[in-house]
């Protein structure tokens, strides 16, 4: 499919995908969005597996969260930036809460390093703007992933954890787009929103 569009409007636009039933005037079995801002098309071309999710399948979320992705080849580095949440739900019904998040990197299911961000006072609608790197090998890329969990400061000094977000090749949905979007434009931070799971 070809559309004419002029480079400025790149910035502006989104790719819509969906797949439809056979049946006539049948809903969207499943549907992915890519913001062509996040791709360097006019340096070269994008290619990537794009997981189409159910438009109607209600998800347990407890908010969303603004992430961004780069990898560093040269310095083996993986830089995640998180940067606000949004609507957030507090765990146990309570009325209000301190956030902060935890990034934890995986491997293989295991976890092998932890950073996580300030706490913000009482907001629901926090901004974090934290860089947090990682050295990671290039070899080791295909088996790592990110577990984002925002969690809730505690009067005691414990944590309750709000919610999560799982990034990386084993991971779904969003998860999975992401990080594929990241390799495919090295060097270039991808911004992504992710809903956030209840645990």
Known sequence: FCVPLEPAALEENSLRFAA??????SAPVGAAELRLCDLDLPARPFTAWLYLQDPNKTVDSVGEILLSLSYLPTAERLTVVVV???NLVWSNGKGTADPFVKVYLLQDGRKISKKKTAVKRDDPNPVFNEAMIFSVPA?????LSLRVT???SGEDGRADATGHVLIGPAASGMGITHWHQMLATLRKPVSMWHTVRRN
């Not at 439809?20 to 005037?25: D, I, L, N, Q, R």
């Not at 070899?139 to 088996?143: F, N, P, R």
């Open 20 to 25: 439809f039933g056979a049946a006539e005037g």
């Open 139 to 143: 070899i080791v890329l295909q088996e």
């Open 150 to 152: 925002v969690a809730e």
């Open 84 to 86: 606000k949440a949004k």
